[in-house]
């Protein structure tokens, strides 16, 4: 190294030293999109305002002002499940209850809260069971019966003991979907299952099959009784709506609501009338003002449970799958979306165009697709649902220039010149040449999609044929057929930004780099076939190097994947999810390994944690970051929408004009 190069090294190492010492921000925040999927949802008996509302992925929500702000609550298991049972002790508004389904794993069970929700416990006797259902006995907080995976367990102490009290060889009594007490009869417990509704009056010790007058094999989701005359019940299935004056003993199904939507999730009675009723089905809330004999739809989302407000029955919440929290104050008349700071997305993809950010999420119907933000990511709007897609879940999302974004799933790509408000298939897609004349191209299934944006735009797809290209923006394409890879399916395609021509192209075994934006290829072949890899980044500059996020650790080449280096000097080797250089700053680089993430400032050769504050169990799949904000980065995670970090403003200084050092020199 020559003196010149050796003191500018110098200066620069200061200045990595220098921004490596200086302290990050608290913490990473939930910015949305909000709303997605709601589970469950209660609200506590001596405080209107207070509600708790559990999700899938494990999250739960608490609100201090009746459903107009949510925040996060910290809960301690890894293991993605949903929370489908909630309850507030009447008399300990702060003393939560929540039932976990996690599948067949040891984290499924009943956890209690004494806190409010900061501190979490899982109560013992029901470790690894996927609890379904809960039901507290109104006469006494400390009489709980859990609905379980294998079947019914009864507390009287609040959850410190547990017994069985189903028969654990009564097959139709393992999967326990809905409970309900006798308001009057803590012995006399209500049970739904997959196969019909089951009752005991002697706290367990005997069960009969009530089923008289039900369609057999009718799945039961919940059972209600009515707190003033406990001999009425109402019961909704998957055949509908049934009632009960006798406890039970025989029920008459509520006709009314179309059979398209008789899937009832939830029913419910308005607490001053009890011929006024409510049914949450797949397809929208209904109610009843005569016990049945007429409906009204209130409106059309998939209803999972509901809860009134206990000073005012005029107003209830309802737990909806893809339109989050919905509010009536009303009695149904209307209803009021109160999803600030409650976000259950599963987010794919994320892109940027200018000062605006996109971000697309699959499977959310009305309430999903492709969303923007104008502010760096901390105000989202869902820009095209799943209707405006045209019914495709993309899995790919491209920004081109201007207001030019495309879109792909396996059926094709989309195209829209609009900034993603509406959408058209390119009349061109990726296709085989006929074999010969007179016989028409084949389709291909696309796998990914990815662009080159400078003054045009080169759009790459990788297919099950081959890697294709697109130098004009879509209107037509060609196969790229180096040695290699020609026709094998290609399943990931990387670029760089700002105009970088370097690219990436990932077989089910091979990776191969361009760094004359396609051109020509090399293979980049890892280390051994043991190394998975998960994601590529790719530098601004030649100089830099190229990163591989493996199942094994970062991989580390400065000669295009000729040779590699496994970089441990600051983070484990073991699985990186996601690599990514920042799109201004060309040595800084960030990662993403088991839920924590990292910076480097050196190419990726050492590396130091971030804050993980608000990232626990986050399963974070990419980043990105914020155009025109460059201290902040953007997490995009599984479940909860995106989540943003702002590093402070002392932290980035001295960043501009770094210089690139190869490997030789930094030895």
């Not at 609550?73 to 939560?96: E, V």
């Not at 009752?199 to 010790?205: I, L, Y």
């Not at 700071?341 to 994320?350: A, R």
Request: net charge neutral; aromatic share 10%; glycine share 10%.
């Amino acid at each position: 190294m020559n003196l010149a190069k050796l003191g500018q090294f110098a200066a620069i190492t200061g200045i990595y030293f220098l921004i490596g010492t200086l302290p990050l921000a608290a913490g990473w925040r939930l910015s949305g999109p909000f709303g997605g999927s709601a589970r469950s949802i209660a609200i506590a008996a001596q405080n209107r305002n207070l509600l708790i509302v559990g999700a899938r992925d494990s999250l739960l929500f608490r609100s201090d002002d009746a459903g107009a702000t949510w925040r996060l609550l910290p809960f301690p298991q890894s293991t993605p499940g949903t929370f489908d049972a909630l309850a507030i002790d009447p008399k300990a508004p702060n003393h939560f209850y929540a039932g976990l389904d996690a599948g067949d794993t040891s984290d499924s069970g009943l956890y209690e809260s004494t806190d409010g929700g900061d501190h979490w416990a899982e109560l013992p006797g029901l470790r690894g069971l996927r609890v379904e259902s809960l039901s507290m006995y109104p006469g006494d907080p400390l009489i709980l019966a859990a609905g379980t995976s294998r079947g019914i367990f009864l507390t009287k102490d609040g959850g410190a003991t547990w017994h069985r009290i189903s028969n654990e060889n009564n097959r139709e009594m393992q999967d326990i979907t809905a409970l309900a007490f006798d308001p009057n009869d803590s012995n006399r417990l209500y049970a739904g299952t997959p196969h019909l509704p089951w009752k005991t009056n002697d706290s367990g010790a005997t069960w009969h099959s009530i089923h008289t007058g039900l369609i057999d094999d009718s799945d039961i989701f919940s059972i209600r009784v009515n707190p003033k005359r406990p001999e009425l019940l109402f019961a909704s299935a998957c055949s509908g709506i049934y009632r009960s004056e006798n406890s039970g003993e025989s029920w008459a199904k509520l006709r009314g609501i179309p059979g398209t939507h008789r899937r009832t999730h939830i029913i419910a009675e308005d607490p001053r009338d009890s011929d006024t009723v409510f049914a949450g089905t797949t397809l929208g809330l209904f109610k009843t003002p005569d016990g049945g004999k007429t409906w009204q739809h209130l409106n059309s989302e998939q209803v999972n449970w509901m809860v009134f407000d206990p000073t005012d029955p005029k107003v209830f919440y309802l737990a909806t799958e893809y339109a989050g929290v919905l509010k009536s104050t009303d009695s149904g008349a209307t209803f009021q979306s109160m999803n600030h700071g409650f976000s259950n997305h599963s987010l794919t993809q994320i892109t940027s165009s200018g000062k605006r950010i996109y971000a697309s999420s699959i499977y959310e119907g009305r309430y999903g697709g492709v969303f923007s933000s104008e502010d760096g990511g901390l105000d989202w709007k869902l820009r095209a649902n799943q209707e405006a897609l045209l019914g495709y879940n993309v899995h790919s999302l491209v920004a081109g220039t201007g207001d030019l974004l495309f879109a792909a799933s396996t059926a094709g790509i989309l195209k829209s010149a609009d900034a993603g408000k509406t959408w058209a298939p390119l009349p061109n897609q990726p296709k085989l040449a006929p074999a010969r004349p007179g016989l028409r191209a084949t389709s291909l299934r696309v796998h990914a999609l990815q662009a080159i944006v400078s003054d045009k735009v080169t759009l790459f797809a990788g297919t099950d044929k081959g890697l294709f290209r697109s130098l004009n923006g879509g209107t037509s394409w060609e196969q790229i057929k180096p040695a290699g890879f020609t026709g094998v399916p290609v399943v990931a395609v990387y670029t760089a930004s700002h105009g970088s021509g370097w690219v990436a192209a990932r077989t089910a075994g091979e990776l191969f780099v361009s760094d004359d934006a396609g051109k020509n290829w090399h293979s980049a072949a890892l280390p051994d076939s043991s190394y998975f890899i998960y994601d590529v980044a790719l530098p601004l500059d030649h100089d830099a190097p190229l990163l591989v996020a493996t199942s094994r650790g970062l991989l580390q080449s400065f000669d295009g994947g000729a040779k590699w280096k496994l970089v441990s000097e600051g983070v484990p080797a073991a699985t990186v999810n996601a690599v990514r250089y920042h799109p201004d700053r060309k040595l800084e680089v960030f990662l993403v390994q088991y839920g924590k993430i990292y910076r480097s400032l050196n190419g990726g050769t050492s590396w130091t944690a971030l804050s993980d504050d608000g990232l626990a169990n986050a399963s974070i799949r990419a980043l990105w970051f914020a155009p025109e904000i460059p201290g902040r980065i953007i997490a995009l995670s599984s479940a909860r929408g995106t989540l943003t970090l702002d590093m402070p403003q002392a932290d980035l200084a001295g960043q501009s004009g770094q210089q690139v050092v190869s490997s030789k020199e930094i030895k």
